[in-house]
C-alpha cells in the first residue's frame, strides 16, 4: 500500500502538512524551553552587602531561642529586631566538634540578598571533641525588605 503525502485528510491537511505543523511547532517548545533554562542564570549583583558576624552573647535572646529549637537539623531563617536583620544558617547535628561555616557571599541583586555560606570539616591532624556538635553562623546587617535566598 503505497501513503500519498498529498490525499487529505478528514481535518482538510494533507498528510504532509501535518508533518511540516508538528516539526514546527515541536521546534518552536524546544525554543521556548531552552530560552526559560537560559533565563535561571545566575541574578545580576547590585552590591556586596555589608555584614557583621555575631557571637553567640549578642544574638537576641528571642533568636537564640529559635536557634535552639531548630539545631538538630539543618535550618535556614531570619529574623528581625530594631532595624538590624540577622540572617542565620545552622548545619544541623555533626558527630564532631571542630567545623567552622565561612560567608561565600553575601549580595543584593534587583529582587532579593543572596546569602551564601559553607560548612568546612574538622581540619586534618586536629583533634576535634568526639560528641556531637551543631554548628551555624549568625550575621547582622542593616534591615532590607528584600527576599533573603540561601544558596
Do not use: W
Not at 537560559?38 to 537564640?64: F, G, M, R, T
Not at 529549637?69 to 555533626?94: D, R
Amino acid at each position: 500500500m503505497i501513503i500519498n503525502p498529498r490525499i487529505k485528510t478528514k481535518s482538510g491537511y494533507t498528510r504532509l502538512q501535518r508533518t511540516l505543523f508538528s516539526s514546527v511547532l515541536a521546534a518552536l517548545l524546544l525554543a521556548l524551553l531552552s530560552a526559560c533554562t537560559l533565563s535561571k542564570q545566575a541574578p545580576k549583583k547590585l552590591k556586596d552587602v555589608q555584614y557583621a558576624i555575631v557571637e553567640e552573647n549578642e544574638i537576641p535572646e528571642k533568636l537564640l531561642e529559635t536557634i535552639e529549637q531548630k539545631k538538630a537539623a539543618e535550618f535556614k531563617l531570619s529574623f528581625e529586631n530594631e532595624g538590624e536583620l540577622y540572617i542565620v544558617h545552622g548545619y544541623g547535628e555533626q558527630e564532631t566538634g571542630g567545623y567552622s561555616i565561612v560567608v561565600r557571599n553575601c549580595y543584593l541583586t534587583k529582587n532579593a540578598l543572596y546569602f551564601d555560606t559553607e560548612l568546612l570539616g574538622p581540619q586534618n591532624g586536629s583533634n576535634p571533641q568526639k560528641k556531637p556538635s551543631y554548628p551555624y553562623i549568625v550575621v547582622k546587617t542593616k534591615a532590607m525588605k528584600q527576599n533573603i535566598v540561601f544558596e
